[in-house]
């Protein structure tokens, strides 16, 4: 299956922006809807936003992000991004990078993680 390898997280102050990278190996990037969970401390993982398969694919958000955030994909590169704008405390969390076999796993319970990245959003 395919391995996920997040980048790009860091401290921000509120307002800020921060891009995520996610570097997939593996078996082909193509196939796979990707997507961005986090976890807050002491909280459950939630789910951020997913897009489909192919570059340009549907994406779906969590209504806590819609407006601020934006999921991109380079099919030719194996990389997912997360660009993050107007970035609030509660923003604060691991990010997690996911890769599932459609969107409507990616949304829910996606079978691949990578390791996560903190972002840091001081106030």
């Known amino acids: 299956q395919v391995q996920l390898v997040e980048s790009g997280g860091g401290l921000v102050q509120a307002g800020g922006s921060l891009r995520l990278s996610c570097a997939a190996s593996?078996?082909?990037?193509?196939?796979?809807?990707m997507g961005w969970f986090r976890q807050a401390p002491g909280k459950e993982r939630d789910f951020v936003a997913a897009i489909g398969s192919s570059s340009g694919g549907s994406t779906y958000y969590a209504d806590s992000v819609k407006g601020r955030f934006t999921i991109s994909r380079d099919n030719a590169k194996n990389t997912v991004y997360l660009q993050m704008n107007s970035l609030k405390p509660e923003d604060t969390a691991v990010y997690y990078c996911?890769?599932?076999?459609?969107?409507?796993?990616?949304?829910?319970?996606?079978?691949?993680w990578g390791q996560g990245t903190q972002v840091t959003v001081s106030s």
């Open positions: 996911t890769a599932a076999p459609n969107t409507v796993v990616a949304v829910t319970t996606p079978t691949v």
């Open positions: 593996g078996r082909t990037f193509s196939n796979y809807a």
